[in-house]
C-alpha cells in the first residue's frame, strides 16, 4: 500500500483565521483562537490521518513588519522556519481585504519553492457570494501558479476542496506520526495555551500581549491532575488588573480554563493560578529562553 505524507505550512498576517483553519481541518480545538492579533505565538503541527494519507499542517504565528519586540521578532523567525522545506504553503487571506500586511505575506509566499495554494477565508460573511468574484479574479492574476480556494474555516464551508488539493500535492512517503497523535505539542503545551486563551478573550487589547503562562507543576494525584500556573506581565498595573476586584477577574479566568482543560485531558483538574510581575519579558531574548521560547 502507498502512503502520502507531507507537510503544509498555513502563513497569513495576524487574526486572518489560520488557527481557526487548522482546527476545523483537523476535527480538533489544538491551537488557540480569539478575536485578537497575534494570539498565536509559536508553531503547531496538527496531524490529519487518513487510510493512506496524512497531513502535517503547521499552524504559524501572524507574520507582521512590527518587529521592535523581541517576542515580534521571535515570531517572524518562527512563521518564516515553518516554510523550510515543506510540500505545500497556504497563504490565508482575509475575504476582499488586501492590505500592506498581506502584501508583506505575499512576497514571503512567492519567494517559496513548495507548491502554493490561497485560500480566501470568512466567505461566510458574503450575503451574496458573487460581490467576492472581482476579488477572486484580483487573486487569480496575481498568484497564477497557486490554486486558489474561497472557504469559511469557522462554518467549516468548502474544506473538502481544501483537502482534495492538499492531498494531490502530498509526496509518497511514509507517515511521520502515529494514526491516532493529533499534534507535536505536549499536554503541558496545550494546557499553557489554554489559559492564555482565556486571558485573550476576557481582556482588552492590552492585557493579553502581555502576559505570558509558565508551568510550576502538573501531576496526576489520586485521579486528579493538579496544576500550578503563573502568569507573567509586565507591569504592577497589568497585574492588578488581571487579578481583579478580590481576585474575580483571574478566579474566572481559571474556571473558564479548567473546563477546556478537563475536556482535553480527560480527567478532573484542580488548577491553580497565580500573576507575577516579569519586566520587559517580551523584550528580552533571555528571558523568552527561559519562558520556553526556544531559540530560532
Not at 74 to 92: E, F, G, I, Q, T
Not at 149 to 177: G, H, M, Q, R, W
Amino acid at each position: 500500500m502507498t502512503n502520502h505524507a507531507g507537510f503544509v505550512a498555513i502563513i497569513g498576517k495576524p487574526n486572518v483565521g489560520k488557527s481557526t483553519l487548522l482546527n476545523s481541518l483537523i476535527g480538533q480545538k489544538i491551537s488557540i483562537t480569539s478575536r485578537k492579533p497575534q494570539t498565536t505565538r509559536q508553531n503547531i503541527t496538527g496531524v490529519r490521518t487518513e487510510e493512506k494519507c496524512q497531513i502535517l499542517f503547521v499552524d504559524t504565528p501572524g507574520i507582521h513588519t512590527t518587529k521592535s519586540r523581541a517576542l515580534n521578532r521571535y515570531m517572524n523567525r518562527s512563521a518564516r522556519l515553518a516554510l523550510k522545506d515543506v510540500d505545500v504553503v497556504l497563504l490565508v487571506l482575509d475575504r476582499d481585504r488586501f492590505g500592506k500586511e498581506d502584501e508583506y505575506v505575499s512576497e514571503v509566499f512567492l519567494q517559496n519553492n513548495a507548491k502554493k495554494i490561497v485560500v480566501v477565508n470568512k466567505i461566510d460573511l458574503y450575503e451574496d457570494s458573487i460581490k467576492l468574484l472581482p476579488f477572486l479574479a484580483d487573486l487569480q492574476n496575481k498568484y497564477p501558479d497557486a490554486a486558489l480556494i474561497p472557504l469559511s474555516a469557522k462554518k467549516e464551508k468548502n474544506l473538502d476542496t481544501l483537502l482534495k488539493v492538499v492531498k494531490n500535492c502530498l509526496p509518497i512517503a511514509p507517515f511521520y506520526f502515529p494514526d491516532d497523535q493529533l499534534t507535536d505539542r505536549s499536554e503541558r503545551f496545550l494546557v499553557s495555551e489554554i489559559i492564555r486563551e482565556k486571558i485573550m478573550r476576557q481582556f482588552g487589547r492590552e492585557i493579553p500581549h502581555q502576559t505570558v503562562v509558565a508551568l510550576e507543576r502538573m501531576k496526576i494525584e489520586k485521579e486528579i491532575v493538579n496544576i500550578d500556573a503563573t502568569v507573567f506581565v509586565e507591569k504592577n498595573s497589568q497585574k492588578r488588573i488581571l487579578i481583579g476586584s478580590s481576585g474575580d477577574k483571574i478566579k474566572r479566568v481559571s474556571t473558564d480554563a479548567r473546563l477546556d482543560i478537563e475536556n482535553l485531558l480527560e480527567k478532573k483538574v484542580m488548577l491553580r493560578t497565580w500573576v507575577k510581575v516579569k519586566s520587559g519579558w517580551s523584550r528580552d531574548d533571555d528571558i523568552l529562553k527561559s519562558l520556553g521560547f526556544n531559540e530560532i
